[in-house]
């Protein structure tokens, strides 16, 4: 069914059908009956082998199961229960800036079905900080307290203003960390994105150091830290993911989301003409999947497993999400996996993953 679907949808722009697929979600959720019919045809099955500890320095957070909505799909918080109801464990919101912003120009969204990928520039477009933790704090208000259940647990992902200089990137990191402290469970740093001129030179050590250090800081005054993760591009070498590794051992960081998209454009299957007119831009899917394998492997052997990981990269069926759970993660994010396989991908991987697959 799907299938069919899919091949309707993908004749029109990607963006604009990304959100009148989930504006047309949102209505039919509205409805009582209909919200419960999809949340029962959806939502995995409870089963203690899908039930995951996230174990970190700061708290411990327990997930109905171990798969993930990655950040860019509810920039702005505006579906979690739509979301819910497809079965997700968790959904990363944002990229959340201070100030809000439009992003880059459209088009800026781009499929490329031959390699099962997507290219996008979005460019941290988002309500900003404080209207978006206004629309938590309202969704956080409505959930059900119900026993035996576990809830939708919420991430946060942080990253700065364009127009913000690096040397200053720290200060945005901090506002937003302070505006969603109380309505996310745990954050990630988004410093990977190739999207926003200059973000990634902020990878480097000495950067890193400052916003992270600072981060850690006033968490360490809140009477319930909240654990803190750093995503990180697929793009650098090893020596700077051991240099990250180093550091994230110094100050005690709380996991690690392996990885963002890619600026590399190699071995893919789409046609140069094509990938040139596209132009700049992150590459996510399955040209990502083995690059994210590896980058969560050395983590995990330079580690030992200390540090915890969300694996994301390449991942539409059980198959490779169980791929990334015996390298290492503890849990995995799908994005583009969530846009070629459809609504069902949630407990399809979940039911292979019962199956006999590895869990940590």
Known sequence: MYILLRKILFLFPPEKVHYFSMNVLKCLCSVKWIRNGIKQYFTP???????????TRH????????VGLGAGFDKNAKYLRELECLGFG?????????????????????RLPKDKALVNRMGF?????????????????????????LPLLVGGNIGKNKLTPNEDAWKDYEICFTALFDCVDYFVVNVSSPNTPGLRALQEKDALMKILSNLQSINKTKPNPKPILLKIAP???DEQINDVIDLAEEIQLDGIVATNT?????GLNTAVSAIEAIGAGGVSGKPLQQRSTQIVQQITQQTHTVIPIIASGGIFNGIDAAEKLAAGATLVQVWTGFIYEGPGIVKKICRDLISGSPFR
């Open 59 to 66: 708290a411990t957070l327990t997930f109905a199961n171990p």
């Open 262 to 266: 890619t600026i590399s454009r190699q």
């Open 235 to 237: 793009d650098l070498s």
């Open 45 to 55: 099955p409870e089963n203690d082998r899908l039930t995951t500890i996230f174990q």
């Open 125 to 149: 477009n988002n309500d900003g900080a404080v209207a978006i933790a206004e629309r938590l704090g309202k969704w956080k208000s409505r959930q059900p307290s119900a026993k035996n259940t």
């Open 90 to 110: 968790f959904v990363e919101i944002g990229t959340v800036t201070p100030k809000a912003q439009a992003g880059n120009d459209k088009p800026r969204l781009f």
